[in-house]
């Protein structure tokens, strides 16, 4: 029996949720922005000023100055700015993917961290949903490198006790602690929205296909968990679920709520705009 429920739940990928203090699925989903918002990475756009020279903005100064570049001369770090480089997005793409590793470790909270913290450490599901475009791999390696390591409040002794909680299926199952993560992870949808193709200067409409798909991943799975679940204490299963999405740039907000305005009735999603450092829901 214990093979047979391992067996759907790998085929069919069931959700996994975070628990509350009486141990019942949370029903919390999340979807994040990466830069400024999950951390404040050290990585850098490249820009040229005026006399040629190559300028490195931060991604917070870019979500500020984007609509500026290549419009207007601007001062910036006392040089004048003229407009991108050749490969601007150098260090955000596939030739990054190795430094993508090291500054994801480097890096400082941003505003969303304790959220992205909760969401590990409860086995819940999220989407990663930043406008780089590094091999999607990636991204996975360094959540999984901030989890093996226990990186600033991520705790992976808690994250596999929730896991086992949920499924109550590996007591008789010889799995190490690295297959559970490995398992959970591959639940985790990640989207860097410019990999392949996209406009890294304009990332809204990439970010709005990815967290389409996402929401439609969470609804199929939330489906097939409500005809499954069986919860503590003799709740009713009526199942509704909800994602936060939370990004720093107000222009990407500002499109996703026209998106989900337009396309769902039953706004499945909450927005939340982190620039600045402060999350608010918008």
């Known amino acids: 029996m214990i093979r047979k429920v391992l067996k759907e739940f790998v085929e069919e990928k069931l959700l996994n949720e975070g628990f509350d203090e009486v141990g019942n699925p949370d029903l919390k989903y999340y979807a994040f922005d990466w830069d400024d918002n999950i951390v404040e990475m050290p990585t850098k756009i490249v820009l040229k000023s005026e006399d040629g020279e190559e300028?490195?903005?931060?991604?917070?100064?870019?979500?500020e100055y984007r609509s500026r570049i290549?419009?207007?001369?601007?001062?910036y770090n006392g040089k004048t700015i003229v407009g991108y480089t050749d490969d601007p997005y150098r260090n955000f793409g596939v030739e990054g993917d190795a430094q993508?590793?090291?500054d994801s470790m480097l890096a400082t909270p941003g505003p969303s961290w304790?959220?992205?913290?909760?969401a590990v450490n409860g086995g819940s599901i999220f989407s990663i949903i930043t406008a780089r475009g590094h091999t999607p791999t990636v991204l996975r390696d360094g959540v999984y490198n901030m989890i093996m390591t226990n990186h600033n409040g991520i705790n992976k002794?808690?994250?596999?006790?929730n896991l086992k909680k949920y499924r109550d299926i590996f007591d008789d199952e010889e799995m190490t602690d690295e297959q559970i993560v490995e398992s959970y992870l591959d639940l985790l949808r990640f989207h860097p929205v410019t990999y392949g193709e996209g406009n890294a200067a304009n990332p809204e409409e990439g970010k709005i296909k990815?967290?389409?798909?996402?929401i439609s991943y969470v609804k199929e799975m939330s489906s097939r968990f409500n005809k499954r679940a069986f919860f503590k204490n003799d709740i009713k299963n009526?199942?509704?679920p909800m994602i936060g999405f939370s990004d720093d740039d107000p222009k990407n907000i500002d499109t996703i709520k026209s998106f989900l305005d337009k396309e769902y009735n039953d706004k499945p999603v909450k927005t939340y705009l982190t620039k600045g450092g402060e999350k608010?829901?918008?």
């Open 55 to 63: 300028v490195g903005m931060s991604t917070e100064d870019f979500a």
């Open 114 to 118: 304790d959220d992205f913290v909760e």
């Open 238 to 240: 009526n199942f509704v």
């Open 100 to 102: 993508f590793i090291v």
């Open 70 to 75: 290549g419009e207007e001369p601007f001062e």
């Open 157 to 161: 002794t808690e994250l596999i006790s």
């Open 210 to 214: 990815a967290l389409r798909k996402f």
């Open 280 to 282: 608010i829901e918008v």
